[in-house]
């Protein structure tokens, strides 16, 4: 053993245990008197009866008090039960490396999928600084989705950052796993946030399937499980998706959904203490947000990149209706916005492309791409205008050429925009996707027909 190592073990072993006394357990929270720990550090909380202990996580303090937050279930747990922490501020870590492609890991990183223990993996600190701003690089290649809506209209770029905004049950976790299946990138990892727990395997034997499991990492926290967890699995997963990054991968980060990551932070900081500010969310929310989702991106040097896919929940049908999905709009690089009449007319999937965006599509397709796309969208919105008298039939043929072009078109680009999702069948590739796009493009610019009167 060589010197350095020698050292560590000795500092291992002769490290203070801190201890303290469970002294009130108020609702989910936990205060611990004697413990002077740092916030993040793991505690463990030991039951009587001979039953395991539990695993909780220092988020504040009171009164010279540690505030904890348990991990598992604490039934059982009494004031006076024994808290220990093995050292003062050990940053959480999470397992990574190649032998977790293929793996389904809980918040921790201990496997559930019942196929033995990993092997082979590295410690890797959970939280990491997002990348500097100057330091990088620029985002120019596209990445393929396998969805035609997306790769026509809003083209993604290798180290996007691209929210899916939508209500419940218009098809976010659909399109995510459509991307999952079809998407150009070396590696997927998809964090499971606060899901059911009947969608988790779902969504890797049905949606995913050997294939797609055999290039993914899935990372989960049901929405059952305490909200300490459900912070955990989102960082974690973009931790696993860093480290990939930073082997040169190009890796697509799937979270579902930020909104219950901001959740479990509303419940962690009122707990520590922290007033309701916005709609009863704690200032906390505000601050994890863009920790979180800034850590995505293109890699130092331009090698390996994050393109990252992150559905929010929207309340009340529109997404200014609540304080979370504005504020990860001011942050991402662009939004896919989900309309619940799209849906009930069985077109999926039901993005609405006019209030769509990719901030950086001008740089990631060529001109010819561009112009098209642009063309496509204009239809759409005259469409738009007018699709309501066009309804009751009081729109009156020739009065907007624009408008009579966009209504003959219509079905057109409906067929381009329309596409199954549910089944693993092949994805149309990028390139077939531009000629279609071109095609459309060049059927608007002939002559319209004579309009019927």
Known sequence: MRTAERLAAIEAAVAPRLSGRVSEIRGMSVCVEGLAVAIGTTVRLVRGGGRPAVPAEAVGFEGGRAVLLPLAEADGLRPGDPAHAEQASAAATFPVGGCLLGRVLDALGRPIDGRGPLRGWTPRALEAPPPGACGRALIGQPLATGVRAIDGLMPLGRGQRMGIFAPPGVGKSTLLAACARGCAADVVVVGLVGERGREVNEFVERTLGPE??????????????????????????????????????????????????????????????????????????????????????????????????????????????????????????????????????????????????????????????????????????????????????????????????????????????????????????????????????????????????
Not at 273 to 289: C, H, K, N
């Open 212 to 453: 797609g499991l055999a290039r993914s990492v899935v990372v989960v926290a049901t929405g059952d499980e305490p909200a300490p967890m459900r912070l955990r699995a989102a960082r974690a997963a973009t931790c696993v998706a860093e480290h990939f990054r930073d082997g040169g991968a190009d890796v697509l980060l799937l979270m579902d959904s930020v909104t219950r990551f901001a959740q479990a932070q509303r419940q962690v900081g009122l707990a520590a203490g922290e007033p309701p500010a916005t709609r009863g969310f704690p200032p906390s929310v505000f601050a994890a947000l863009p920790r979180l989702l800034e850590r995505a991106g293109p890699g130092a040097g331009g090698v390996g990149s994050i393109t990252a896919l992150y559905a929010v929940l929207v309340e009340g049908e529109e997404a200014g209706a609540d304080p979370v999905s504005e504020a990860c709009r001011g942050v991402l690089d662009g939004h896919l916005m989900l309309d619940r009449k799209l849906a009930e007319r069985g077109h999926h999937p039901a993005i609405d492309c006019c209030a769509s965006i990719s901030r950086v599509a001008p740089h990631v397709v060529d001109a010819e791409h561009d112009a098209a796309r642009l063309e496509v969208l204009r239809l759409l919105a005259a469409h738009r205008d007018v699709e309501d008298l066009v309804a009751v039939g009081a729109y009156a043929a020739g009065s907007r050429p624009e408008a009579d072009r966009a209504i003959a078109m219509k079905p057109a680009m409906d067929t381009f925009l329309r596409q199954g999702l549910a089944s693993r069948s092949a994805s149309p590739a990028f390139a077939a996707t531009r000629a279609q796009l071109l095609a459309l493009a060049a059927m608007a610019d002939e002559p319209a027909a004579s309009p019927r009167r």
